[in-house]
């Protein structure tokens, strides 16, 4: 059976190209230790990036990061329908999370937060499979795993909705 014809196409895939990339700006008042999509769409708003299923080992430098500073991402995964069924990871759309760079890192299913600890924070990420959200997330009426996903804020800091480090 041809891939095209598929219900449930890449289900499995995590050879998806890394969808975030840091915010390169010298404006310290703008946009600064942000990160941005390589993906747009007139779903995407200003505070929210769209990632793909199954990227592996991505690597991500926010620049300009304040020291001291509380930073977070929300994950927006968070507030969809779960089984009640314990695992290991968070039901978050990472598989995995690191930071250097930074103290206080939390990555919870609600999303990541870090303290940073230089001007320069060195993100490395995975998300999960199509196959593998699906199955933390299986009353999601629509599955598309071809296409990329609404999944995080951009990095928020101090505001009433960043979580705290």
């Known amino acids: 059976v041809a891939e095209a014809a598929s219900v449930f196409p890449n289900r499995g895939a995590t ?3 890394c969808s975030l990339r840091g915010v390169d700006t010298e404006d310290l008042l ?12 007139s779903v995407e708003t200003d505070d929210n990036l769209l990632l793909s299923f199954g ?20 994950d927006l995964t968070y507030r969809l329908d779960q089984d009640g069924i314990s695992r290991q990871q968070p039901s978050s759309f990472f598989k995995s999370v690191s930071v250097a760079g ?4 939390s990555h ?6 870090f303290e940073s ?10 998300t999960h499979t199509c196959s593998d959200f699906y199955w933390y997330h299986g009353r999601e009426t629509s599955q598309l795993c071809r296409a990329p996903y609404e999944a995080i804020t951009t990095v928020e800091a101090g505001t009433p909705y960043s979580l705290s480090c």
């Open 15 to 17: 050879d998806a190209a």
């Open 117 to 126: 600890e230089g001007k320069e924070v060195q993100l490395t990420y995975s």
């Open 30 to 41: 703008e946009r600064n230790c942000q990160l941005e999509s390589i993906h747009s769409s």
């Open 108 to 113: 919870t299913a609600k999303g990541v937060a």
């Open 102 to 105: 930074a103290a206080k890192v």
């Open 55 to 74: 990227e592996t080992n991505c690597t991500v430098t926010l620049k300009n990061c304040v020291p001291g500073v509380c930073y977070s991402f929300l």
